[in-house]
């Protein structure tokens, strides 16, 4: 569709509706921040010396560092491939979509446990082999688990942007004597450089946010020191001094990430429409593409539920907390999905059509909030509610605002994508036809946003059924959910009782990721 | 000069719109008469497309008043959009897609008692010749269709006023010609107001009754096509509106000189420089060896061609003739003005 050469875009006075959520949001972001500071502030210098600058706090830099990084690229490894025959090639979509999306129904500390179960003496591999097979653990196992379960992340990005690539740019390089290869390399991937430093910082964040991944598979990083300190010692400043830092180390990651994309030109030039992207018949490689697609899906998805299947039918019948455990589970989840879509589509639609300086910075907020690893965000939130609002110290409530907020961001993607299919110009001609602004929203917008709201809700309902940090420092006491019971008996070495539980969450996982392909398609 | 006995449907009086240090439109002031179809025609960023958009409600003007039939909607009242009786028409049509055409068609027909608007809907289809397709999804049509239900949804609610912001310029050139017709037909059957954009002349000069020309947000003639054609008030009009040649002259003895004869001259004082306008049609142009022109190019038209001469002085002429006579670059020739009439244009 071709637009007229308008003039000048309208500055339009934006109604007050809009910005409000997001200067809440804003406010509960940025306060438990301060309070954190505030705490560590409280330290005394000797100390501040021995956290900040001993040997250890390097060593912590140094593992986490090196796992982000490490993470960042097998999750890479994993999904290119994969996006590339998504896109490009004539291998059947909805394997490679299944491939690329489903292991996001399985929380990573879930996928450690099951790898756990599956090795070492007793395992399942040893009752499938014979032969006991040796567990994964350290810097190499938290690095393979976690790239297994945090590819996903990666392969939406990358999936995005291929789509989005214009074959004309490659079809130009080939008339100007580029072989196939060199064509490729030379006007597709430099597109690919925003999905990379996105995706890779994606990541990198969930990497860094992780504690009971690498705490079962014996790795130390910034966020399981977070955790140990937490939870084991009296001293809460050591923790605060820890989070501040993490937190500080992700703010860099996000400058950084900025000054990439920042300057990059890539918006297709010229007129007319855009094709979508060639695909090429594999032939003889379709085999070798098969074989890579189902043997991902089958190490992401089909070892973790044929592991815990496993282990669910040796053990004893322990179905018996499960209810309990779901309950917590969805009454948690259920609340937070639909606050944080709520709290979304002001924003959102605030951004899109009256987008200036203000709605930018408030997204850069709402995402800075989603990058801060839970735990910090958790422990932050934890001595605001002490130091202003005790009474609502472990309740459901503050829970699931917290949460909320910290996984706005995610509701935040879907809804764009969906508000730029439904253009102002729709609401004008609702106008035109007698129908107040509010009407014309609810009449036309919104029936469009549809497939995106279901998105939004779907994302942040899984988020927050696989959290783990937020639920275990800020829930009421008794108060469980099915992650919190996984990660309690798999620590503990009782997989019999951890199964039932984890297969609960990969069910549930699983259930939502259906919805995310389903309203994929529905656009 | 009309007579103020006749009824005006949009007044725009001094209007003015800024978005920052732009000025889009400038102490626009503006009458559609009812029942007339005023097309605004201008080259883009002219200001008309927000013209349009001040008139419909969609922007607030910055200064100056808007009167629809006789009510005051912007300036010292304001009358929000879906309270002004308009039907709307863009460019990329703004169908709403997850409705079916009757429904997109019906949209504006809220409050009617259902048998009425079913029955408006189907006039209103009859009327752009859309009746089978009543059930179909908008990405189910081509672009002519959904410009009809377009046009069609905008019409049902019986609007006062209709405004159209370059409805046609989606489709292609054959496609384009056939809908200008039937657009006119339409408008002109229902006898509805209507407000009509555009940067095509070709379109303006079959769509309307009147002509107002904008640039840079100032409005410079209004007039009938065959005004604007043959009196443009200013060079700018008479440049933008058809083919022109501006022949500079001098006024001497109540008579305009220039290379190519006398013309009458106008009343200007003696020694004015001015300009002439020719139009390609104006000028005869017959081969002659000894002529003081010479043929530079040729622009074949179909059923005539358009040449440019060069004169002695190095002003370039363009003149038009019949295509039985074509002639090559480097032919000598003279030009005979076909009669002394002439547009004069004092040389500021």
């Known amino acids: 569709m071709q637009a007229a050469a308008r003039e000048a875009p309208p500055r339009k006075p934006v109604p007050w509706l809009l910005p409000a959520p997001a200067v809440l949001v804003a406010a509960g972001i940025f306060a438990p921040l301060a309070y954190l500071i505030l705490r560590a502030l409280e330290a005394e210098p000797s100390m501040l010396r021995e956290v900040v600058l001993s040997p250890r706090n390097a060593l912590l830099l140094w593992n986490t560092l090196l796992l982000a990084g490490g993470t960042v690229g097998g999750s890479f490894l994993l999904a290119f491939p994969l996006a590339l025959l998504d896109v490009r090639s004539d291998l059947p979509p909805l394997l490679t979509t299944l491939v690329g999306t489903l292991p996001l129904a399985i929380p990573e500390y879930v996928g450690a446990y099951a790898f756990l179960a599956a090795t070492g003496p007793g395992g399942t591999l040893e009752a499938v082999l014979g032969v006991p097979v040796p567990r994964p653990s350290g810097y190499w196992g938290a690095t393979v688990v976690l790239s297994l379960f945090l590819y996903p992340y ?68 910034y966020s399981s020191a977070i955790y140990l300190q937490y939870s084991a010692a009296f001293d809460r400043t050591y923790a605060a001094w820890l989070a501040l830092l993490l937190i500080g180390l992700v703010t860099g990651m996000l400058w950084g990430e900025a000054r990439v994309v920042r300057g990059l030109r890539l918006a297709r030039t010229g007129i007319g429409a855009q094709r979508a992207p060639r695909r090429t018949p594999l032939g003889p490689w379709r085999w070798a593409a098969y074989g890579y697609a189902l043997g991902l899906g089958l190490a992401s998805v089909g070892v973790p539920v044929a592991v815990l299947g496993h282990w669910m039918l040796r053990g004893p019948g322990t179905e018996a907390g499960i209810a309990e455990a779901l309950t917590g589970t969805l009454r948690l989840a259920t609340p937070t999905a639909l606050l944080a879509v709520g709290l979304a589509l002001p924003i959102t639609y605030w951004s899109v059509r009256y987008p200036s300086t203000a709605s930018t910075a408030a997204e850069r907020v709402v995402y800075f909030g989603y990058a801060i690893p839970p735990l910090a965000f958790a422990l932050a939130v934890i001595f605001f509610a002490l130091r202003t609002a005790p009474a609502l110290y472990q309740t459901l409530l503050l829970l699931v605002v917290a949460a909320s907020l910290h996984f706005l961001s995610e509701a935040i993607g879907p809804l764009r994508a969906a508000l730029y299919q439904a253009p102002p110009r729709l609401e004008e001609a609702a106008r035109s036809l007698g129908y107040g602004p509010l009407s014309a929203f609810f009449r036309v917008t919104l029936p469009l946003l549809r497939p995106g709201l279901l998105a939004g809700l779907a994302l942040v309902f899984l988020s927050a059924a696989k959290d783990l940090a937020l639920t275990t420092l800020l829930s009421p006491p008794g108060y469980t959910t099915l992650a919190v019971r996984v990660w309690g008996y798999a620590s503990d070495a009782m997989f019999e009782r951890a199964a039932p539980h984890g297969l609960a969450m990969i069910g549930l996982g699983a259930a939502a990721v259906g919805v995310l392909i389903q309203t994929e398609r529905a656009r | 000069m009309r007579e103020n006995s006749v009824a005006v449907g949009v007044r725009l009086h001094n209007v003015t719109k800024r978005y920052g240090s732009v000025e889009a439109v400038r102490n626009l002031t503006l009458e559609v008469y009812e029942g007339e179809l005023l097309v605004l025609l201008g080259p883009s960023g002219c200001g008309k497309t927000t013209t349009l958009r001040l008139v419909a409600g969609l922007e607030r003007p910055d200064a100056g008043e808007i009167e629809l039939f006789g009510q005051v909607v912007s300036g010292s009242r304001w009358v929000p959009p879906e309270a002004r009786g308009i039907g709307l028409v863009f460019q990329d049509y703004a169908l709403f897609p997850h409705l079916r055409v009757a429904e997109n068609v019906a949209f504006g027909l809220r409050g009617w008692r259902r048998r009425q608007a079913m029955e408006r809907v189907a006039e209103v289809l009859d009327l752009v010749g859309l009746s089978e397709c009543a059930d179909r999804y ?22 006062r006023l209709l405004l159209l912001d370059e409805p046609l310029s989606n489709l292609d050139a054959e496609l384009r010609k056939r809908m200008r017709a039937e657009l006119r037909r339409i408008v002109k059957g229902s006898g509805i107001t209507a407000l009509f954009v555009t940067h095509d002349q070709q379109e303006a000069f079959a769509l309307a009754d009147r002509i107002g020309v904008l640039s840079r947000g100032r409005l410079w003639q209004v007039g009938a096509p065959e005004e604007l054609y043959h009196a443009p008030a200013c060079r700018f009009v008479a440049d933008f509106i058809g083919e022109a040649t501006f022949l500079p002259g001098r006024v001497e003895a109540h008579a305009i000189l220039t290379e190519l004869g006398r013309f009458p001259g106008n009343g200007l004082p003696e020694g004015t420089r001015v300009e002439l306008m020719l139009r390609p049609s104006d000028l005869r142009l017959v081969p002659d060896p000894e002529g003081p022109g010479v043929v530079v190019d040729r622009h074949f038209r179909g059923a005539e061609s358009l040449y440019d001469v060069r004169l002695p002085s190095g002003v370039l002429v363009r003149a038009s003739l019949g295509e039985s006579q074509g002639l090559p670059p480097g032919t000598r020739v003279r030009l005979e003005p076909v009669s002394h009439r002439a547009v004069v244009f004092p040389v500021e």
Do not use: C
Request: cysteine-free; hydrophobic content about 45%; charged content about 20%.
């Open chain 1, 154 to 221: 990666a392969f939406l990005n990358l999936r995005t942007a291929l789509r989005g690539v214009d074959p004309s740019l490659e079809e130009s390089a080939r008339s100007l004597g580029y072989g196939p290869w060199m064509a490729f390399s030379r006007s597709v991937l430099p597109q690919l450089k925003p999905a990379l430093s996105a995706g890779g910082l994606l990541v990198a964040i969930h990497a860094l946010g992780d504690f009971a991944t690498v705490g079962l598979l014996r790795y130390e990083t």
């Open chain 2, 138 to 159: 908008p990405h189910e049509l081509s672009g002519g269709e959904q410009q009809r239900v377009a046009l069609a949804r905008a019409l049902a609610p019986r609007p």
